[in-house]
């Protein structure tokens, strides 16, 4: 309870999944929340359900590909709930499952527009608004496939590989004003993306499940709370030294 008390965050792809989950235990903390998407029926329900308990939440159109999008609604946050200290760069596509050779650009630029630029354009424009704060956490989603690999949707581990490194430039850059950057490297975790990842494999459904269960140690996916309470503790002053770091949470995989 209130590990966030002041805090105001803002969520990009809150609407559902991981995001969804970090929305409500960061509101559950005591943060104002920002839900940003372009899913609005998903992610007005969310917010209302929050305010309905109490809690301090509101939602935003908003693609974060478009920069001019991205400004005009961060600046609205601001005003709405008096400050900006906690960004959590979560919107994220898989993008499609192909190998490099057949990949048109459009499909390449697809993924790196939302999955890169939109962690840029969040990033950019957020900073302002920490920097007049004098506090910031900014937490960026990349993935296990920011630190290995795997034989398959080529333009995704690109993307998650340049916001693991993006999430520590920022944090360099930004170290002795207070605000600090941190990436989190989730294992696979059951969500809308995970499922629609797998219909692209062309397995049996049950099948691709399990299999994608036993590639964790543990045996098993995780859920989107198990990277939610990760996001609560990098947004608050718990983690008041750790920046530049990477908070892997995955069952296992990368420890072999
Ligand atoms: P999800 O598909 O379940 O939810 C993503 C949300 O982002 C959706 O609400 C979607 O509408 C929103 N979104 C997509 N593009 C957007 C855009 N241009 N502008 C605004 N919102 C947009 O995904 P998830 O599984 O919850 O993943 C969340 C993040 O975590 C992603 O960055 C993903 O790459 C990363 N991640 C997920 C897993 C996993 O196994 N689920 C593993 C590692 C990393």
């Known amino acids: 309870?209130?590990?966030?008390?002041?805090?105001?965050?803002?969520?990009?792809?809150?609407?559902?999944?991981?995001?969804?989950?970090?929305?409500?235990?960061?509101?559950?903390?005591?943060?104002?929340?920002?839900?940003?998407?372009?899913?609005?029926p998903q992610g007005q329900a969310l917010a209302a359900?929050?305010?309905?308990?109490?809690?301090?939440?509101d939602f935003w159109h908003c693609d974060v590909s478009s920069e001019a999008e991205v400004k005009k609604v961060l600046d609205e946050v601001a005003e709405k709930f008096g400050s900006l200290t906690v960004l959590v760069n979560n919107a994220g596509i898989?993008?499609?499952?192909?190998?490099?050779?057949?990949?048109?650009?459009?499909?390449?630029?697809s993924v790196q527009n939302v999955n890169v630029?939109?962690?840029?354009?969040?990033?950019?424009?957020?900073?302002?608004?920490?920097?007049?704060?004098?506090?910031g956490s900014i937490i960026n989603l990349s993935s296990i496939y920011g630190l290995v690999s795997a034989p398959d949707i080529p333009p995704y581990h690109a993307s998650k590989g340049a916001v693991t490194l993006m999430?520590?430039?920022?944090?360099?850059?930004?170290?002795?004003?207070?605000?600090?950057?941190?990436?989190i490297h989730p294992g696979f975790i059951w969500t809308p993306l995970v499922e629609a990842h797998l219909k692209t494999t062309g397995l049996d459904p049950d099948e691709a499940k399990q299999m994608t269960d036993e590639l964790h140690p543990v045996g098993h996916m995780g859920e989107p709370d198990d990277i939610a309470w990760g996001v609560v503790y990098l947004a608050s002053d718990e983690s008041k030294f750790v920046t530049g770091s990477e908070l892997v949470i995955d069952g296992g995989y990368t420890a072999r």
């Open 167 to 183: 999430s520590k430039t920022d944090a360099l850059l930004y170290a002795t004003e207070n605000i600090r950057v941190n990436s």
């Open 1 to 40: 309870m209130n590990r966030l008390k002041g805090k105001v965050a803002v969520v990009t792809g809150g609407s559902v999944g991981i995001g969804a989950a970090s929305v409500i235990r960061m509101a559950e903390e005591g943060a104002s929340v920002a839900i940003l998407d372009f899913q609005d």
């Open 94 to 109: 898989s993008g499609p499952n192909k190998p490099t050779h057949e990949l048109t650009e459009a499909e390449w630029d």
């Open 49 to 57: 359900d929050l305010t309905g308990r109490g809690l301090k939440a």
């Open 117 to 135: 630029k939109g962690v840029f354009f969040c990033t950019k424009h957020a900073l302002p608004h920490m920097k007049k704060a004098g506090i």
